[in-house]
């Protein structure tokens, strides 16, 4: 079965016909650089080109998957940060399925990379509790239980230091400070320390650009839970949005 997963980021908007027994595209993605100007009808416009695009394999009135760089509350959107200012308090699923005339499943974008990691991802086969974080311009989290997503988790805002987490802990804050992996790791240390005092969890996962060095950073961290690198990089929102369709259809009352 194809579902079309399409990822709403800040520069970008990528979107293909994800396989979902395979865990990946069944066609190249397609990128449209996001609208200078990314109010929600803009977005949406964006969104109808991709759709357009896979006409061909997805068929009408089939359900989407779509994810935004914000949390999703019961399809409203509360805050936004790397989108237009427009779209905080938005009822946007309705505003979608209202402009794309089809069902849409809105979802946190780390929330689907970490359904992604899960089902086909570094954590396939792990059945307890998952946290994913992507270590980027802020830090992004999922949690999964038993393959269940938690949503809209935002544990790079917990206290670190007497600051926000990801204002300590983030790539974009080794790479403002000029930090080496050394010094990085010593400040993901005490993140990951934190973290895992509190949710016990039986795995981390670790996405963002940054992952790709994994090499240079995971194995400084001494914590009592695995933690490896994500293994979908920038496939994992697409694949992880095509999944929570997939999801609203099969179990319709937890939409």
Do not use: C, M
């Given at each position: 079965m194809n579902i079309l997963g399409i990822d709403v980021g800040g520069s970008g908007i990528k979107g293909a016909p994800v396989d979902l027994e395979l865990g990946d595209f069944a066609e190249s993605r397609l990128r449209?650089?996001?609208p200078s100007k990314s109010s929600p009808k803009n977005v949406a416009a964006v969104v109808a080109e991709v759709i357009e695009n896979f006409k061909d394999q997805v068929a009408d009135g089939t359900r989407i998957g779509l994810t935004i760089p914000a949390p999703v509350v019961?399809?409203?959107?509360?805050?936004?940060?790397?989108?237009?200012?427009?779209?905080a308090g938005l009822e946007a699923?309705?505003?979608?399925?209202?402009?794309?005339?089809?069902?849409?499943?809105?979802?946190?974008?780390?929330?689907?990379?970490?359904?992604?990691?899960?089902?086909?991802g570094a954590a396939k086969g792990n059945d307890g509790l998952v946290i994913m974080?992507?270590?980027?311009?802020?830090?992004?989290?999922?949690i999964i239980y038993r393959g269940v997503l938690v949503p809209n988790a935002e544990l790079g805002h917990v206290e670190l230091d007497g600051s926000d987490a990801e204002t300590r802990a983030a790539s974009s804050i080794k790479e403002k400070e000029k930090l080496s992996y050394k010094q990085w790791a010593v400040?993901?240390?005490?993140?990951?320390?934190?973290?895992e005092m509190l949710f016990s969890p039986d795995l981390f996962v670790v996405g963002g650009g940054v992952s790709k060095d994994s090499e240079k950073f995971l194995p400084l961290l001494d914590l009592h839970t695995p933690i490896v690198p994500?293994?979908?990089?920038?496939?994992?929102?697409?694949?992880?949005?095509a999944l929570a369709a997939h999801d609203a259809d099969e179990h319709p009352e937890s939409r």
């Open positions: 449209i650089p996001t019961h399809g409203r959107v509360p805050f936004i940060a790397n989108l237009h200012k427009s779209w699923s309705k505003f979608f399925e209202d402009h794309l005339g089809r069902p849409v499943t809105l979802v946190n974008d780390a929330d689907a990379a970490g359904l992604a990691e899960v089902y086909h974080t992507t270590l980027g311009t802020g830090i992004g989290s999922a400040r993901l240390q005490r993140y990951y320390s934190h973290i994500a293994k979908l990089r920038n496939r994992a929102g697409i694949i992880g949005a």
